[in-house]
Every structure is written in structure tokens, then in C-alpha cells.
């Protein structure tokens, strides 16, 4: 009885919606797009879902990023886990699987389920960088998978639906992701609430129509709105497809076959820097807390350890538990690496 307003649309039925409760997912991002995208895919009853973020919850978010509160903002909870609490007490029979990660080039393939054997039906894109689309959009394309692009800054956003091999890949329509910086960030530009929820819903609608429906065709379209006006537009993408696209006609992966290069990268408009080991480490939250908690407050929660470093320093470190650092209050990514090498090790 619980899905019995979804089922009695013609669009869905029994049928859709038992599809739906077999589908599995994969969201990319947990803030504010990811947020609606999670909380409307568990209430509509999918089967599986993945969630991979980075971040932990910060006072900030709270204006736009509907699953979480004040609570996981004090105390820094990272956003999946957060988001996995919510959600769980949402609908306890929708399995949802927090990855507290950095998505790069090194674990996305198995983040998506394909090197187990077992991928993901969707991949849904709730990030807020150029970088991590492209990464997504050649995970997507080797592996024929759907996936749903989504993007949001000041009152405008965008959605796209794409569906390799059949349909173009992002890459066919945009073919070079833009230089860093080029791009207005929520971060630099401001966010409107609304603006974010819309487009978080549209993508969490056609997920459920891809998601319920096996034989949907023709469903590549691009969708521009503008809440503010409420202007809205949607053009049709399917004959975007170029047989001599980098990716889906020549099959070349730049972004996934570059490798896990990203050690260090610049959080832009936050004044923070995140370095992350080469290789994969387990770091033991308890003796790193010890040893920093000779230099400065220190304090370690289930999935992090927390250390303001004092003047002259003056710096936040956060570190996590597979051995990632975000330095906050410096933007100089050669500081960011040595006091990384001192604390946690190159
Ligand atoms: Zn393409």
C-alpha cells in the first residue's frame, strides 16, 4: 500500500514500480541537487542506492540541502552518512549503501558496481564540478550505462538525460569539459533553494521513468529553467550522437584512463585544499588523533579527526578515514601537501 499513489499512475503501474524496487543506483554528489534526487528515489521505493560524497555537513548547506540539519552541521557528520540516517528512517526497506569518498578515476568503476560484476542501472549526477561529469560520462559509456546530468548555480539550471551507446554522450555535445574557474560555482556565485530542488526533481523524475520503464526510448532531451522568470525549455538530444565523439565513437576514456592523478585539488570559493593518498590507506583515526592532539584541538568522531592548528599556522585540518585531508583556511596547495606530509604521511 505504501507506493499505491505511484502504482495507480498509468505511467508506472505494479509492473513499473516492482521494476523499480529490483533497480540499483548509483548518485555521484550528496548536496544539494543529490539531496531531492536521494530523498525522492527512497520514497518512490527504488531498490538500491549508493550514495559517494566527500564532504561532511557545514552551516551553509543548510539554506539549500534538504536532508540534513543543524545537528550534522555542529557536529560535521560527513553528508552520506548523514543522508543515509535520514533516509533510513524515511523507508527502512530501500537498501542505501554511504560512501564517504572522493569519486576519481581510481574507484569510480567500482563505485558503479563494475568491477564486481553487478553495475548499476543509473548513474545520477548530483556534483557540482566539470571534472567528475566527464569521469562519469566515460564510466557510463564503456559500460553502457544511463546516466542523468544535472547542474545548478544562481537561479538557472540544466538537465540532461543520456543514454550510451544509443544516444549522444555529454561528450557529443560538449566535447571538452570547461577550463577550471571558467564556470560560475555555487560557491563563487550563490545558489537559489528552489532553483536547486527543481532540478534535483526533474532528474529524480526521469530517473524514475527510466528506472520503471525497461523499453523507454527517445527520452535523450536537454531541459534549461530559470526559476526566477520561470522560463523553461527542453530540446530533444537524440540526433546530438557524432560517430567521430571521443568517447562514444572512438571509445577513448581520457578521463577515466588518466589514472587517480588528483592528489591535490583546490576546493574552489571555500579556501580549502584536499589532498588525497596516491595510493589506497586505512589511516587509524585513533593514534592520528593522539599524535595531533599535541599541536592543536583536536577531536575524533566515528568517520573523522578534526585539528585546528594554531597561529602562525592557523589552519582546520579534517581527515577521514582512507586517508584524505581537506585543509581549510589556505588556498596554496604546496602548504596543503607539507602539512599533509607531516601529519598523515605522502
Ligand atoms: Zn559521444
Not at 544535472?150 to 561528450?171: I, K, T, W
Request: aromatic fraction near 4%.
Amino acid at each position: 500500500m505504501r507506493y499505491h499513489r505511484q502504482t495507480l499512475l498509468p505511467q508506472i503501474g505494479q509492473a513499473g514500480q516492482d521494476r523499480l524496487s529490483a533497480a540499483r543506483v548509483l548518485l555521484i554528489g550528496c548536496g544539494a541537487l543529490g539531496s531531492t534526487i536521494a530523498d525522492q528515489l527512497v520514497r518512490a521505493g527504488v531498490g538500491f542506492l549508493r550514495l559517494a560524497d566527500r564532504d561532511v555537513v557545514e552551516e551553509t548547506n543548510l539554506q539549500r540541502q534538504t536532508l540534513f540539519d543543524e545537528a550534522d552541521a555542529r557536529e560535521q557528520v560527513p553528508k552520506a552518512i548523514a543522508a543515509e540516517k535520514r533516509l533510513r528512517a524515511v523507508n527502512s526497506s530501500v537498501k542505501v549503501n554511504p560512501r564517504v569518498v572522493d569519486v576519481h578515476a581510481g574507484n569510480i568503476e567500482e563505485l558503479a558496481g563494475c568491477i564486481e560484476g553487478n553495475a548499476v542501472q543509473l548513474i545520477i549526477d548530483g556534483t557540482d564540478n566539470a571534472q567528475t561529469r566527464y569521469l562519469i560520462n566515460d564510466v557510463a559509456v564503456k559500460h553502457a550505462i544511463p546516466w542523468i546530468y544535472g547542474a545548478c548555480v544562481g537561479v538557472e539550471g540544466r538537465v540532461m538525460v543520456l543514454r550510451p551507446p544509443d544516444g549522444p554522450c555529454l561528450r557529443c555535445i560538449f566535447p571538452q569539459p570547461p577550463a577550471p574557474g571558467e564556470l560560475a560555482t555555487c560557491d563563487t556565485s550563490g545558489v537559489l533553494g528552489p532553483a536547486a530542488v527543481v532540478v534535483g526533481a526533474l532528474q529524480a523524475a526521469q530517473a524514475i521513468r527510466r528506472l520503471s520503464h525497461s523499453h523507454d526510448k527517445n527520452i535523450e532531451q536537454l531541459t534549461w529553467l530559470d526559476v526566477w522568470s520561470g522560463r523553461f525549455r527542453s530540446n530533444s538530444i537524440t540526433f546530438a550522437k557524432r560517430e567521430d565523439c571521443i568517447a562514444c565513437g572512438r571509445r577513448i576514456f581520457e578521463f577515466l584512463d588518466a589514472g587517480d592523478r588528483g592528489a591535490l585539488t583546490s576546493l574552489c570559493g571555500r579556501n580549502a585544499v584536499q589532498v588525497r593518498p596516491q595510493t589506497a590507506v586505512r589511516i587509524d583515526l585513533k593514534s592520528l588523533a593522539t599524535k595531533l592532539s599535541a599541536c592543536g584541538s583536536t577531536q575524533q568522531t566515528p568517520h573523522l579527526v578534526r585539528c585546528h592548528l594554531p597561529p602562525p599556522q592557523d589552519l582546520n585540518l579534517t581527515i577521514f578515514p582512507d586517508g584524505r585531508m581537506i585543509v581549510q583556511n589556505t588556498e596554496d596547495l604546496d602548504r596543503a601537501r607539507s602539512v599533509y606530509a607531516r601529519w598523515v604521511g605522502t
